[in-house]
């Protein structure tokens, strides 16, 4: 079993930044790729971005260029740094992790971007 955590969600105005985090726990060594996701109201959940465990990254392009995901192994923890933030990128964050076919999702964090 895998625990994901999400934390650094918030208000922030638009053009802002927010750095969220998602710290893993249990079986993480069973885990090789981890992404982040949002659902805003109304609409279904998509990705944001992915890393795998060679670092290997992928973006959604409404993303591309504003936001980074990364990973520290040391602590077992996945990050997302979004700069630029937009009011179109409010919605709740949720990550995930990918273990050969079972996927793991943590609670999800409300990020809400003001105009």
């Known amino acids: 079993q895998v625990q994901l955590v999400e934390s650094g969600g918030g208000l922030v105005q638009a053009g802002g930044s927010l750095r969220l985090s998602c710290a893993a726990s249990?079986?993480?060594?069973?885990?090789?790729?981890m992404g982040w996701y949002r659902q805003a109201p109304g609409k279904q959940r998509e990705l944001v971005a992915s890393?795998?465990?060679?670092?290997?990254?992928n973006y959604a392009a409404s993303v591309k260029g504003r936001f980074t995901i990364s990973r520290d192994n040391a602590k077992n923890t996945v990050y997302l740094q979004m700069n630029v933030l937009k009011p179109e990128d409010t919605a709740v964050y949720y990550c995930?992790?990918?273990?050969?076919?079972?996927?793991?999702w943590g609670q999800g964090t409300q990020v809400t971007v003001s105009s």
């Open positions: 249990g079986s993480i060594s069973t885990i090789n790729t």
């Open positions: 890393i795998t465990s060679g670092g290997s990254t």
């Open positions: 995930r992790g990918a273990a050969s076919s079972i996927v793991y």
